[in-house]
């Protein structure tokens, strides 16, 4: 891609240098586009699955130090 700015190519742009393209100088109102927000994924089955079972092993994690701080 090319950057707006400089009309440079990304490729032809040293890794350190291609924040500077792409981050909005001080002063800057950036706001989403449309399609950003169309794009964004929603909630579905599997992440509630996910967090349930991420619930289940804090739960476990923290039986388990309680336990081992009764010990």
Known sequence: STSCRAGILEADTPPRNRPLLA???PGCKVGESS???VRR???TMAHGRQAADDLVVQHIIHTQAL?????
């Open 23 to 25: 981050t909005p100088r």
């Open 35 to 37: 399609t950003a927000a």
């Open 41 to 43: 994924p929603g909630p």
């Open 67 to 71: 336990e081992a701080g009764a010990r």
